[in-house]
């Protein structure tokens, strides 16, 4: 009798998720928490973190079978397997394998994003440009570190668009094996922007160019509006059409907002449809995390890479922004100020308002957000349109 | 080498695109002005809003509203005459707008901190 149930409670004790706990799971659970912690004390990001750090927690329980790495490792996948034997966040991922899920996102973001100020100044675009320098930096140091492959290099490269959709719709692409890390550091390093980018910028300026006030920028007439989300969705995509899903939601959720005759459409694609799919993305790449990966040689080693890589592309991306609004500044003769550059490495809205604060620093009378959102925007499509391009290149 | 090639060719692309799109925005942005400018300049007769500024020019001359090439437009003298009847209360109706110039800046700095602090909280 009494051996009986001593056998019984050993028999549920191995069978629990403890005794199949490595220490590996205990630190992806431990690094999950900091994470958390970081989202709900700290705020960094906390509508994507909370939901990445949840996804990497309850995926690293054992024997939940919530998500099962091995079925995503066969080559090719086999998905009706998937649909047969995956779990929760097997079927949630497949939105973001199936590269669903950044693009949608990207149709919200159209939505709450105002591109008067880039129709007001053109130029910026130009800004918006130089800042895509970050990612190809990045791809430069991360061949020449060696133990990435191209297209690994190209996925973390990307983290340096500072755009989390992108990022994600990118590395599902060329290299699903690497997004958990590349994601988190996206998020992070978007959230550390404000502390990321001024010391570059006051680095690279003087307190003269920072101080410079800006033109007044000209009021766009609604159909200029309209007529944009069109003519960027026609020309880019004829140019580039590995860039289709993410430029073309874009710029429909954009029009959604301009056109105004279809409200409905636009309010639930900017809250209701946008709020699901951040959920579903952020969980399942969280729950890419696991400890299976971490012990696989080498994985520790390239996830720290990744980290270092990351800081490199932003820090890359905001100077070659800032040198880029000097030299347009001094071609205009002194009518730019160079601070509006750093803007052009998205992360919207927080990088524009970076601009302001360093600019407000050095001219307690100065405005420049609506300037920096013209770089801003523009670095949103830039970023899109390097996405392109890497695929383009090494997909 | 093949690096190189795609650093190189990234770069090219996504500056020849923005670079395009960018000549793409002003073409049809001078496009659409002159459109909607010809649309004014031919229906100036039935513009309510331009009538009513002619007549306020007649009832009220003003130093300002006959000097339009200082850089006023009307919609910025209506601005400024509602905020003004809005601080001061009262239908409004009494007022009469003469002369409008920019003065210099007579702020304190520290009101000018302060109101800045309270627009970057609110950002």
């Not at chain 1, 995503?72 to 973001?96: C, H, Q, S």
């Not at chain 2, 300049?41 to 039935?46: A, E, H, K, L, V």
């Amino acid at each position: 009798m009494w051996q009986d149930f001593v056998k019984a409670i050993s028999g549920i004790i191995q069978e629990s998720g403890f005794a199949n706990m490595t220490p590996l799971h205990f630190v992806m659970i431990l690094i999950a928490c900091v994470f958390l912690y970081l989202a709900i004390v700290k705020k960094y990001e906390p509508l994507l973190l909370v939901p990445i750090s949840f996804g990497m927690l309850a995926a690293n329980l054992p024997l939940g079978g919530l998500m099962n790495p091995h079925l995503w490792d066969a080559n090719p996948i086999d998905y009706m397997a998937i649909l047969r034997e995956g779990g929760l966040f097997d079927l949630l991922y497949l939105g973001v394998k199936l590269g669903i899920y950044p693009p949608v996102i990207f149709l919200g973001i159209g939505v709450m994003t105002d591109f008067g100020p880039l129709i007001s100044n053109p130029k910026s675009l130009l800004l918006g440009a130089a800042a895509q320098f970050g990612i190809f930096g990045t791809y430069l140091g991360a061949m020449a570190l060696g133990n990435f492959t191209e297209k690994q290099a190209a996925s973390i490269a990307i983290i340096g668009g500072a755009d989390g959709p992108t990022a994600i719709w990118l590395t599902t692409q060329l290299a699903p094996e690497l997004l958990g890390p590349i994601a988190l550091a996206a998020y992070s390093y978007m959230a550390l922007v404000p502390v990321i980018q001024p010391p570059i910028m006051k680095a690279l300026t003087t307190k003269k160019e920072r101080a410079i006030v800006m033109e007044q920028l000209r009021p766009v007439s609604k159909a200029e509006k309209i007529l944009f989300p069109i003519i960027v969705t026609i020309l880019t995509i004829l140019i580039i059409p590995s860039a289709a899903p993410l430029i073309s939601m874009l710029m429909l959720g954009n029009l959604f907002r301009e056109s105004g005759v279809v409200g409905r459409l636009s309010e639930t694609a900017e809250n209701a449809l946008i709020n699901i799919v951040t959920i579903f993305l952020g969980l399942t790449v969280g729950a890419t995390a696991s400890a299976d990966k971490l012990s696989q040689p080498g994985f520790g080693l390239k996830a720290l890479a990744i980290i270092g890589l990351g800081l490199i592309a932003f820090s890359v991306g905001t100077a070659a922004g800032v040198l880029f609004g000097k030299l347009m500044n001094w071609i205009s003769g002194g009518k730019i100020n160079p601070l509006i550059g750093s803007a052009g490495v998205s992360a919207v809205p927080m990088a524009a308002r970076v601009s302001q604060k360093v600019g407000q620093e050095s001219n307690p009378q100065n405005f420049l957000l609506m300037h920096a959102m013209g770089p801003n925007v523009a670095g949103v499509i830039g970023s899109a349109i390097a996405a392109g391009v890497l695929l383009y290149m090494v997909g | 080498m093949r690096t190189f090639e795609v650093v190189l060719v990234g770069m090219v692309v996504v500056f020849a695109v923005l670079i395009l799109l960018s000549v793409c925005i002003k073409i049809y942005s001078a496009i659409v002005s002159r459109i909607s400018s010809r649309k004014n300049g031919s229906g100036n007769n039935d513009n309510p809003v331009k009538k009513n500024v002619s007549e306020t020019t007649v009832v009220n001359p003003s130093p300002v509203l006959s000097q339009p090439q200082q850089g006023l437009n009307p919609e910025v003298i209506a601005v400024i005459a509602a905020a003004i009847a809005a601080s001061m209360g009262g239908s409004g109706s009494d007022i009469k707008v003469r002369s409008i110039r920019r003065i210099g800046h007579t702020t304190p700095i520290w009101n000018v901190a302060g109101r800045n602090e309270y627009i970057l909280t609110r950002l």
